[in-house]
């Protein structure tokens, strides 16, 4: 046997190729451990605080870690008040609308800036990227929308930031990784563009669609800057408003009954802290329960459109 067919018994492999140490595995499992603790254990003294009554609470000495006295007075003073039941309806409602409007806006665009003989296609997607490191400003958007009369209007709280370039990008990446096999195919049976977009590319792009849908999902149900800029009226305030104002602030709203002295619901004490947690409690949720549905398109819907953009 020659020098040259000879098998190497001691190649030198990567270091990604090799297999896992029993430390290296303990090590990752005590990161993962930590992590999941860094996020658990803070949302469940939210939530367990939420159920204590004031006594429980001035024995734990502020969030509640241990079961004692669980009560639901808390919720029943917060679904008892108008006003934050109502900024939860305006949550729900400016979520959906504003979801639904700006991936029409999106999939329109990044359909469009994906197809590389559309007319202008370069200027502009510069010009979209642009806009992801400069802006006009607060003063100037704020005088924009309120001359084209959205102060105290609920639209404002949509159509300023109806888009996400960088979503937009991420779209487009996916959208432009078709098979373009399937594209001509659909060209030769006489398909559109608004033919294709429809029945060849938005079936072949769930995952993203999924992904670019709960990231407008979450912004806005978590968005509470417009409506301090454009919504005076505190009737019309949606539920991030109203934890900003009073959990955030320490301050009581106009009309909730609710103080920071402590309330009485019937002949048990509802603790200020509670109540607090409650409405935290309240605004996750619904993305507690929307996230399973689309936790499985996120590696593929992000790292696909990424890599082959």
């Known amino acids: 046997m020659t020098a040259l067919s000879r098998p190497r018994r001691h190649t030198r492999r990567p270091v990604w190729e090799e297999p896992p140490t029993r430390a290296g595995q ?4 005590l990161t993962l451990g930590l992590v999941l603790a860094a996020i658990l254990v803070p949302l469940y003294a939210v939530v367990l605080t939420s159920f204590s009554t004031q006594a429980a609470i001035n024995r734990a000495g502020g969030l509640v870690l241990l079961p004692d006295e669980l009560t639901t007075s808390a919720y029943g003073q917060i679904f008892a008040n108008r006003l934050v039941t109502h900024a939860l309806w305006v949550s729900c409602a400016i979520t959906v609308a504003g979801t639904l409007f700006s991936m029409i806006l999106t999939v329109l665009c990044a359909y469009g800036l994906s197809r590389q003989g559309s007319w202008g296609h370069r200027p502009i997607l510069m010009t979209f990227v642009v806009t992801m490191f400069f802006s006009g400003g607060i003063i100037p958007g704020f005088l924009l929308v309120s001359a084209l009369g959205g102060y105290d209007q609920y639209w404002s709280l949509v159509l300023p930031g109806a ?5 937009i990008l991420v779209m487009r990446a996916f959208f432009a990784a078709t098979s373009r ?20 590319v938005l079936p072949t792009s769930r995952p993203v669609l999924a992904v670019i849908s709960l990231f407008y999902a979450v912004g806005y149900w978590n968005s509470f800057f417009n409506a301090m800029l454009f919504l005076p009226d505190n009737g019309k305030w949606p539920l991030q408003m109203v934890i900003y104002t009073y959990t955030l ?10 103080t920071q002295t402590g309330q009485y619901l ?3 004490e509802v603790a200020p802290l509670s109540i607090q947690m409650a409405v935290v409690t309240l605004t996750l949720v619904p993305i507690v329960l929307a996230y399973p549905f689309v936790q499985r398109h996120f590696a593929k819907g992000m790292l696909l459109g990424a890599v082959k953009g």
Not at 163 to 167: A, D, I, L, T
Not at 189 to 200: C, E, F
């Open 26 to 29: 303990a090590g990752k499992g």
């Open 163 to 167: 888009v996400s370039v960088f979503n």
């Open 181 to 200: 096999e399937l594209i001509d195919a659909a060209g030769i049976d006489g398909a559109g563009h608004w033919r294709t977009l429809w029945s060849v």
């Open 249 to 258: 602030q320490g301050t009581a709203l106009p009309g909730t009954g609710i």
């Open 266 to 268: 019937g002949h048990q």
